[in-house]
């Protein structure tokens, strides 16, 4: 069973700068709750009950934001907000969340290997803390468990993409096993529309075993002179079997304006508190932008 998840969080967040001088990009609001919130309420839906945080500079917020507020409570309590003390109350409490500092940006990898003694020899699930999979009925993350407890192997989930934008993406090489799972024989990183073996990509949620350790290790720095997952990944399926997932559900693209904007009237529709005057709201925009 896997019990244990690690989400890296220590990017800049350069592509919403000015918004992320001071704030870190994962604590950017979806409608009312920051997107790390998400990412943490995933991982607990799916079994995970530890997960450990890897974070760098001007990221403190996330931190607090994950601790108990005396002081809010305090004052929610006097107000007689009793729902909303409940809603601040639940996210201290979802899971045992530690945190560890990368020293310095040297890419997705580096910041897995921080990791190591945390997983302790344990499989172990990557989310990415600024990504949000919404996997319907079941997390997406609990798709790549079951996958992983089916195979003892790891899974990494896919999304297929347009052809013209694999050269954005890591994709997989590989053949069908089951219904949307392939075995993998190779992993590549951002290929040519040409070059490309397929058109399922790599979406931002990862079931690994500690070997993965051996091979970060082993591989040097690849692009921006950054220590990439994938490298380690097209070493590692050489030795050992892994796969794919392509998972039920869907991929928000929060990493630009348009898409985060899109996201968030998305999560506004599901909301039960406000998506009936977000429909009217709509309509009447569209009409007034129409005339």
Request: aromatic share 8%.
């Amino acid at each position: 069973m896997i019990k244990k998840a690690v989400i890296p969080a220590a990017g800049y967040g350069t592509r919403f700068l000015p918004a992320t001088k001071s704030q870190p990009k994962e604590m950017i609001p979806i409608v009312d709750t920051p997107v790390i919130q998400y990412v943490v309420e995933e991982a607990v839906e799916s079994g995970i009950t530890d997960i450990l945080m890897i974070i760098g500079k001007g990221k403190r917020a996330i931190e607090e934001h994950f601790d108990r507020n005396a002081i809010l409570e305090e004052t929610l309590t006097e107000k007689e907000n009793h729902e909303m003390l409940e809603k601040i109350k639940k996210i201290s409490r979802m899971a045992n969340i530690h945190f560890i500092w990368q020293k310095e940006m040297h890419g997705l990898g580096d910041a897995i290997k921080y990791a190591r003694y945390h997983v302790n020899n344990e499989p172990f699930a990557i989310l990415l803390g600024d990504t949000l999979v919404d996997g319907g009925d079941v997390p997406v993350t609990k798709q790549l468990i079951d996958v992983y407890d089916r195979y003892h192997a790891p899974v990494v989930a896919l999304e297929e993409v347009k052809p013209e934008l694999v050269s954005r993406y890591g994709v997989i090489d590989g053949s069908p096993v089951a219904e949307n799972i392939l075995k993998a024989s190779n992993w590549v990183e951002k290929p040519s529309v040409n070059e490309a073996p397929s058109n399922l990509a790599v979406a931002s949620r990862y079931i690994f075993t500690p070997e993965i350790f051996t091979y970060l290790d082993k591989i040097g720095t690849g692009i921006n002179n950054e220590i990439q997952l994938t490298d380690a990944m097209k070493e590692m399926v050489k030795e050992h079997p892994m796969y794919g997932l392509k998972f039920t559900g869907k991929r928000y693209d929060i990493g630009n304006k348009l898409g985060f904007l899109k996201t968030n009237l998305i999560y506004a529709l599901k909301d039960p508190e406000i998506n009936e005057s977000v429909k009217e709201w709509l309509k009447d925009f569209v009409n007034e932008i129409n005339n």
